[in-house]
């Protein structure tokens, strides 16, 4: 069965770094795109961007560029998302989320990684 | 870029009522809209795509409508475990932008 594992909560202080990561199984990692949600405390979901699985370029969506890095290791089907410089305002809950590359949608999403970013 | 405006905010019903939730995309989007539901703490579940396509799995109270700019999630008869968090997404082209969500209690 697909499933999305992600790493672990994280503690962080600002201006340190972060690098989240999300396995994929159950499914040929490279015949899907990843995608990933950002959902703060309390807050809605937003699209934060995707990579393509077979080239690893990435895209990312307005406000999410500079220090958000989008990346890959297909010889172990892991996605990661890494962010810099934290602050406290990107506290939140991250999630991985795989569609087809045909349809956008989002059918199978990991458990989420909780970033705190607190002095 | 697209809005996805979704409406009401926050709604409380009764079990066994008919639940309606709009979704609004300005400008139109065709049929790629995606509903989703994220009950509280856990992760967000695919309900519905292509505007009104099932996932497998989901129980059928649940049916999407709508094309181009207006979209609705109904619910045919609120149960006590449909208590989430609803959003919309358009997923014509990137960005595939997320509706605010909307608050669903029983009353």
């Known amino acids: 069965q697909v499933q999305l594992v992600q790493s672990g909560s994280e503690l962080k202080k600002p201006g340190a770094s972060v690098k989240v990561s999300c396995k994929a199984s159950?499914?040929?990692?490279?015949?899907?795109?990843m995608n990933w949600v950002r959902q703060a405390p309390g807050q809605g979901l937003e699209w934060m961007g995707w990579?393509?699985?077979?080239?690893?370029?990435?895209t990312y969506a307005q406000g999410f560029t500079g220090r958000f890095v989008l990346s890959l290791d297909t010889s172990v089907s892991t996605a990661y998302l890494q962010i810099s410089s934290l602050k406290a305002e990107d506290t939140a809950v991250y999630y991985c989320?795989?569609?087809?590359?045909?349809?956008?949608?989002?059918?199978?999403w990991g458990q989420g990684t909780l970033v705190t970013v607190s002095s | 870029d697209i809005q996805m405006t979704q409406s009401p905010s926050s709604l409380s019903a009764s079990v066994g009522d008919r639940v309606t939730i709009t979704c609004r995309a300005s400008?139109?989007?065709?049929?790629?809209l995606a509903w989703y539901q994220q009950k509280p703490g856990k992760v967000p579940k695919l309900l519905i795509y292509?505007?009104?396509t099932l996932q497998s799995g989901v129980p059928p109270r649940f049916s999407g409508s709508g094309s181009g700019t207006d979209f609705i999630l109904t619910i045919s008869s609120l149960q006590p475990e449909d208590v989430a968090t609803y959003y919309c997404?358009?997923?014509?082209?990137?960005?595939?932008?997320f509706g605010q969500g909307t608050r669903l209690e029983i009353k």
């Open positions: 990579i393509n699985t077979n080239t690893g370029n990435p």
């Open positions: 989320a795989r569609c087809s590359w045909e349809e956008n949608y989002f059918d199978y």
């Open positions: 292509a505007a009104s």
């Open positions: 159950g499914y040929t990692f490279t015949t899907y795109a």
């Open positions: 400008p139109g989007i065709s049929n790629y």
């Open positions: 997404q358009k997923y014509n082209s990137a960005p595939w932008t």
